[in-house]
């Protein structure tokens, strides 16, 4: 099994919340686990706010030794203007980045492991609320 690690599901995880409980198998699992880039950003910014820099360092440091760092290539940022699109006629406050995750996961043929309200009943997602 190959999975998206959104950024609300790295944050549970590092809170130790009854979410993040649900995340941990596969965190710490032997499956595949990639992290889109903008997902690290969206982490290492609240961190810094909430922590500080020196703990985002160090969740940056974890996130990349247990998770592939997904750039925003063109193919990735094309499909994810389509799905931005569509979306957001169905979803209400449907942002882009949801639009790259979303698409990271039908790119890599992976499941969405997240919380986010927005992705709650899409296909090929693992909702951990």
Not at 14 to 39: D, H, S, W
Not at 69 to 76: A, G, M, R, W, Y
Not at 78 to 100: P, Q
Request: hydrophobic residues 45%.
């Amino acid at each position: 099994m190959r999975y998206i690690i959104d950024s609300y599901a790295w944050i549970e995880y590092f809170m130790g919340t009854k979410a993040g409980e649900k995340v941990k198998p596969i965190v710490e699992g032997l499956e595949e686990k990639i992290t889109p880039t903008i997902c690290l950003a969206e982490v290492y910014a609240k961190t810094i706010r909430v922590e500080g820099e020196k703990m985002a360092e160090k969740q940056r440091v974890f996130i990349k030794e247990r998770s592939i760092i997904l750039p925003l290539d063109e193919k990735l940022a094309v499909e994810a203007a389509k799905i931005d699109i569509a979306m957001k006629r169905k979803v209400k406050s449907w942002g882009l980045a949801d639009s790259i995750v979303y698409a990271a996961g039908l790119v890599k043929k992976a499941e969405i492991v997240t919380g986010d309200e927005h992705f709650k009943d899409l296909e090929n997602v693992f909702f951990i609320r």
